[in-house]
């Protein structure tokens, strides 16, 4: 079993920027991929970005490429999300996940490619 516990959410102003971070279990980190999603009110889970085991690739939604960038120190067995250009859209509850692709796996956008889920933290962009 992967654990996952996201942290450094907060409160920040549009244009501003913010770290989030996941700390997962095991010595097994190096070999899932993780990912990024977030959640508003009355919405559905949405993907953000996702990083391969060794972080050779990246993927990003069109919403924040650009702005957001994803990275991971599979020493430390944490995965980053580096926000900036905050905007109030922005705001949400954003979850860490973890999952095992296989070569050539594509739509690895969708939240059922991943097997571990963290609680997710708040992230709120305000006007």
């Known amino acids: 079993q992967v654990q996952l516990v996201e942290s450094g959410g907060g409160l920040v102003q549009a244009g501003g920027s913010l770290s989030v971070s996941c700390a997962a279990s095991?010595?097994?980190?190096?070999?899932?991929?993780m990912g990024w999603f977030r959640q508003a009110p009355g919405k559905e889970r949405e993907f953000v970005a996702r990083?391969?085991?060794?972080?050779?690739?990246?993927y990003y939604a069109d919403s924040v490429k650009g702005r957001f960038t994803i990275s991971r120190d599979n020493a430390k067995n944490t995965v980053y999300l580096q926000m900036t250009g905050l905007k109030p859209e922005d705001t949400a509850v954003y979850f860490c996940?973890?999952?095992?692709?296989?070569?050539?796996?594509?739509?690895?956008?969708?939240?059922?490619?991943?097997?571990?889920w963290g609680q997710g933290t708040q992230v709120t962009v305000s006007s």
């Open positions: 990083i391969t085991s060794g972080g050779g690739s990246t």
């Open positions: 095991g010595r097994t980190f190096s070999s899932y991929a």
């Open positions: 996940a973890a999952g095992r692709f296989t070569a050539g796996m594509v739509a690895t956008t969708l939240p059922n490619r991943y097997d571990y």
